[in-house]
């Protein structure tokens, strides 16, 4: 069991970090991007079905969506092995969110 919490916390801790670092590059991106049409590309990567991870990394998404708005950035989530359960309807319990994420980003 405590090898289990430690891969949940060094997988929160990796998320964190990945999303730092994304806000740090799309902070630069933001006065120069690099499309010519001033679109900001961000990805982002999902690989665990630790809930705190997949709610951050959709946290991420809305934040950035908020910041430069809907026509602003493209953001593509990458997800495979346990992340992927974030999108199967039976076992996420992020729905809701992934729903309003649809109707008012166009995700």
């Given at each position: 069991m405590v090898s289990m919490n430690?891969?949940?916390?060094?997988?929160l801790g990796l998320a964190t970090l990945g999303a730092w670092l994304v806000r740090s590059s799309v902070g630069h991106a933001a006065t120069e991007p690099k499309s010519g049409d001033g679109l900001h590309q961000v990805a982002l990567h999902l690989n665990?079905?630790?809930?705190?991870v997949q709610k951050g990394a959709l946290s991420n998404i809305k934040n950035l969506y908020e910041e430069?708005?809907?026509?602003?950035?493209?953001?593509?989530?990458?997800?495979?092995?346990p992340g992927v359960k974030l999108f199967v309807k039976k076992e996420t319990k992020f729905a809701e969110e992934l729903v309003l994420l649809k109707t008012k980003y166009g995700v």
């Open positions: 430690r891969r949940s916390v060094m997988s665990s079905d630790d809930e705190r430069f708005g809907p026509g602003k950035v493209k953001i593509e989530l990458i997800t495979n092995g």
